[in-house]
């Protein structure tokens, strides 16, 4: 994906919103907003701080946002607005703050000293929250419900539930990051609120308790410091590190891993309800997943092989929910890709299969392919099936006396231009080219008309008319012509 800012600055928090909103901060007063999953920004300095380090962003799809620097918290009201300083009932920020997240017209900052701000009224106004600790908080995130929870820099995890802020557990080592599902269910045995220090990862059902997450495989061959909860599928968990990230999926208690292509994760974050997630790379890149860590699609036919007027059926199963286009996309290799279907995609078609009859005339590749911000992503490696032509003859078999002169005929489906036919006979005991025949080209690439046999002497044998392989097609035999000289 594009970086935010290219090699300009550094990017130094990330979020995502809407369906395809991203929006980022960095140095030098940046904010970018990207409205089409990160395919391209826009970027703006605000007025005033051409020179300040903007640590975190929380933007809505309404344009609400929030962002700040140091101690200094800056507000809009939505894509029209101008970013503002927000009005407090109370004092305002007492310290710096270092995370800040929304969810409807919920938001919450952190910051050193054990600071909470909220706000109810999409960030318009602010008020601190009373802290059940004075240790630096280092995240937070905003459950579909409310629910909020925080992480500190001495391992606490808060908790607010009911109008409070509590303690409700705590990692061996300092927080790196908290995740908050967008459905959370409460005691339904399924987790919904998760915080981890880069190595344990603690869980909570109840926004009560938080304990080891049941079934989470051994993590030690690395630290993976940031998780999000992606929406899609249910209660899955992405935790990203260096050099892998990883989905967990609870309820299943299946750990699926594999190369994030980062030197290390900064953040990672999810519009919620779809299969969809973002990893900002401490170098300011930024990946994505759009399986929630899954295969995205696995694809196959049911034929490799056909003969020209067969088909074949391609069914695949996508593991994508999110708002896009699924195209099943072919092409002869060596040519352009072309689309053969499109089907429109939810986050509800998670999982779902779906079935394509292919009856392709020359060989093909096929591909899946997902359309998402208006950028095409391969879901599953290519499949072929490669497809033989008809070759006939005029006749099945000749009666000649010695001294004829003849030649052999048929035609070729489908159209092979610049194509050859080339001619082959059993005498001798085995199939070989017929000599001093050479290649038939065929006309407009379909007849073929070989050159003229001499009958010198009594005997019986056959022919058989053969189009040898290309990229385009597969070799291929006419049937057995059999001569008889008499």
Same mark, same amino acid.
């Given at each position: ?19 395809? =909103? ?8 940046? $904010?970018? $907003?990207?409205?089409?999953?990160? !395919? ?14 903007? *640590? ?14 140091? /101690?200094?918290?800056?507000?809009? +009201? ?20 270092? +995370? ?25 106004? &602010? ?16 459950? =579909? ?17 009911? /109008? ?21 269910? &409460? ?10 220090? /880069? ?18 495989? +051994? ?18 968990? %992405?935790?990203?590190? #260096? ?13 699926? #891993?594999?190369? %994030? ?19 900002? /790379? ?6 994505? *997943?759009?399986? #929630? ?12 092989? $056909? ?11 996508? !593991? ?14 060596? !040519? ?18 779906? #079935? ?36 006939? *003859? ?6 000649? !006396? ?28 085995? &199939? ?22 001499? *009958? ?20 291929? &035999? ?9």
């Amino acid at each position: 994906m594009n970086s935010p800012f290219g090699a300009s600055s550094a990017v130094n928090d990330v979020c995502a919103f809407g369906t395809l =909103g991203l929006a980022a901060v960095g140095d030098d007063g940046q $904010i970018a $907003i990207s409205r089409n999953a990160g !395919r391209t920004w826009s970027v703006a300095v605000l007025d005033g701080l051409e020179s300040a380090v903007l *640590t975190t962003i929380a933007v809505d799809s309404s344009g609400r946002g929030v962002v700040a620097s140091g /101690g200094l918290l800056l507000v809009r +009201d939505g894509w029209g607005g101008v970013w503002h300083l927000p009005s407090y009932t109370g004092p305002g920020p007492r310290s710096a703050i270092n +995370d800040a997240a929304m969810r409807g017209l919920r938001a919450v900052a952190v910051g050193d000293e054990g600071s909470i701000l909220e706000s109810a009224d999409g960030g318009a106004t &602010w008020s601190a929250a009373p802290s059940p600790t004075a240790s630096r908080l280092t995240s937070v995130a905003i459950a =579909g419900d409310g629910t909020a929870v925080a992480g500190s820099a001495s391992g606490e995890v808060l908790v607010a539930a009911d /109008g409070a802020w509590t303690v409700a557990g705590a990692v061996s080592g300092g927080v790196t990051s908290v995740a908050a599902a967008s459905a959370p269910v &409460w005691g339904d045995g399924r987790p919904d609120l998760f915080a981890t220090d /880069g190595d344990d990862v603690r869980c909570s059902d109840d926004r009560v308790m938080f304990l080891p997450l049941p079934g989470l495989p +051994d993590l030690s061959s690395q630290s993976w410091p940031t998780m999000v909860c992606p929406g899609v599928p249910e209660c899955s968990l %992405l935790l990203a590190g #260096a050099p892998n990230a990883g989905c967990f999926e609870p309820l299943t208690q299946q750990w699926l #891993a594999g190369s %994030l292509g980062l030197a290390g994760a900064a953040c990672a974050v999810a519009p919620g309800s779809q299969s969809v997630a973002y990893v900002l /790379g401490i170098d300011g890149r930024l990946v994505r *997943t759009l399986s #929630a860590g899954y295969e995205a699609a696995t694809a196959k036919v049911s034929k490799t092989r $056909i003969v020209v007027g067969g088909s074949a059926r391609l069914t695949a199963n996508v !593991r994508v929910g999110a708002p896009g286009e699924v195209r099943v996309r072919q092409r002869v290799p060596g !040519r352009s890709w072309t689309t053969l279907k499109k089907l429109a995609w939810t986050s509800a078609d998670w999982h779902r299969n779906l #079935a394509v009859t292919l009856k392709p005339r020359l060989t093909h590749d096929y591909r899946l392919e997902f359309r998402y911000g208006g950028a095409a992503v391969v879901l599953a490696a290519p499949v072929k099936v490669a497809v033989a032509p008809k070759v006939t *003859t005029t006749t099945a078999s000749l009666s000649l !006396r010695v001294g004829a002169v003849y030649r052999l005929s048929g035609t070729v489906t489908p159209r092979l231009p610049g194509e050859k036919v080339y001619l082959y006979t059993d005498r001798g005991g085995s &199939w070989r080219r017929v000599s001093l025949q050479g290649a038939v080209k065929l006309k407009d690439g379909r007849t073929w008309v070989s050159r003229a046999f001499g *009958t010198p002497k009594a005997e019986t044998y056959h022919l058989r008319a053969r189009v040898l392989a290309t990229r385009a097609h597969e070799a291929a &035999w006419s049937r057995i012509v059999t001569v008889t000289i008499r």
